[in-house]
């Protein structure tokens, strides 16, 4: 029976340390309950999947925070996700609004451009790794799954190499629980943006914000100053923590089962879709932004009342029991039994997951975060021989930030290569 106990601490380090096994029996109890997350907010919890899809896709479920800014604030969620509650994004949008600004920045940001960063990606990934080959031990958050993707978002955005630390320290420090330090964190990344866009205005180069500035259409006209900013910042946040989590899970994965990690060494070609299965597996976001009830409405069965907020948790929908085989498909269908949705295969076809969410906030960077993953994870396993937990009985160390899942940290060794 769905829980309306709203003591179940979601997003807290106690509830990270043992994720799974949690969300395994909320989702026992029912598939939507009330919750309080880390950074303090009572919501609607959707721990199902066929109900978090209905969820993302709910025409009268909310992203704009606004109208419900005097509850937010009672709650110290001000600033949900970066660049909220700034105005201008996407992600924080309705239709209309969401429709322009989506159609303005998707001419700009196609699955094309990514595509078209391949070999750079490699490069970057191969140049990393020159740097801890030799030495058979490293942590792979500090010197590969975190930096690729500062590199290739600055890459793409214009940022110079100078200023991908500071973006860096500002994005961490920005997507966790609301502080004072948080606020500051995404003030300077807004300021920072907020002059870079200014230059490239001065100067355009061949860049995605110098695109941004140009875009422009009949039928939606072109990006406001506050829009710019607020997608700048969106596209900061979003493309690169995310990133970052989803090379950290896939690795904790491949290191607590070598013989799959053996399985993607011998066919390299088979990782875009392993990349699938990892984002099935343990997510890069254990929960989607909230969306917020515009009237009463009723979800799996439970009221909820105009105003309050609605959160899915991916990581537990993404485990949901797999449907029972179709008795048409029956010879083939060993993953498609019950039950087996919490073991790690990365031989699945089409694993069904809600990674990237669903509906019309799809992931816009979705094509870029498969490349950059399967590429990432494609030279590291080629060039490090041997990988391996620095000390197999050390437990994983989970970031403490309510809404992204990731290593804290990946202690390594490997076979040194000798050149
Ligand atoms: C593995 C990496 C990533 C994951 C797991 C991820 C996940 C998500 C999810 C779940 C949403 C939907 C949120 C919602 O419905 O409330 C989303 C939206 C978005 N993502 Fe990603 N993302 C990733 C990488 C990226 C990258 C690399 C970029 C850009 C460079 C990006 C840009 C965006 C944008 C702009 C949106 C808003 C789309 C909209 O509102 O229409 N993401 N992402």
Not at 135 to 151: E, H
Not at 153 to 174: K, M, N, Q
């Amino acid at each position: 029976m769905t829980t309306r106990d709203d003591t179940i601490l979601v997003g807290t380090p106690d509830f990270k340390a043992d994720a799974h096994a949690r969300y395994a029996e909320l989702r026992e109890r029912g598939p939507i309950h009330r919750a309080r997350l880390g950074d303090g907010s009572r919501v609607w919890l959707v721990v199902d999947y066929e109900l978090g899809r209905e969820a993302l896709a709910h025409p009268r479920l909310s992203k704009n925070p606004e109208p419900f800014a005097e509850r937010l604030r009672a709650t110290g969620r001000h600033i949900m996700l970066p660049g909220s509650g700034l105005g201008g994004n996407m992600l924080t949008a309705d239709p209309p609004e969401h429709t322009r600004l989506r159609r303005l920045v998707s001419k700009a940001f196609t699955a094309g451009a990514a595509e078209r960063l391949a070999p750079r990606i490699e490069r970057l990934a191969h140049r990393l790794v020159d740097r801890i080959a030799p030495t058979g031990r490293a942590d792979l958050v500090a010197s590969f799954t975190a930096p690729l993707p500062m590199a290739v978002i600055c890459e793409l955005l214009g940022v110079p190499e100078d200023r991908r630390a500071d973006l860096r320290a500002w994005t961490r420090e920005g997507m966790g629980n609301p502080s004072d330090g948080q606020r500051a964190a995404l003030l300077a990344l807004n300021a920072y943006l907020r002059d870079l866009l200014a230059e490239k205005r001065r100067s355009p180069a061949d860049d995605l914000l110098s695109q941004l500035i140009r875009a422009n259409d009949d039928d939606h006209g072109r990006l406001s100053d506050t829009e710019l900013l607020g997608t700048a910042v969106l596209l900061v946040v979003a493309g690169h923590e995310t990133t970052v989590n989803l090379l950290g899970n896939a690795l904790v994965a491949l290191l607590d089962h070598p013989e799959q990690a053996a399985y993607l060494r011998e066919r390299p070609e088979r990782m875009p879709a392993a990349v699938e299965e990892f984002l099935r597996y343990d997510p890069p976001l254990e929960t989607t932004p909230a969306r917020f009830a515009a009237e009463d409405l009723v979800l799996g069965g439970e009221l909820i009342k105009a105003g309050q907020a609605v959160v899915v948790a991916l990581t537990s929908a993404n485990r949901t029991a797999l449907p029972p085989a179709d008795p048409d498909l029956s010879m083939r269908a060993t993953d498609l039994s019950r039950n087996d949705a919490d073991r790690l295969d990365v031989t699945r076809r089409d694993p069904r997951h809600l990674a990237f969410g669903h509906g019309i906030h799809y992931c816009l960077g979705a094509p870029l975060a498969r490349l950059e993953g399967a590429i990432g994870l494609r030279v590291l396993l080629s060039r490090l021989p041997g990988l391996a937990w620095a000390d197999p009985s050390a437990p994983v160390r989970w970031l403490p930030a309510g809404i992204t899942r990731g290593p804290v940290a990946l202690p390594v060794r490997f076979t040194p290569a000798h050149d």
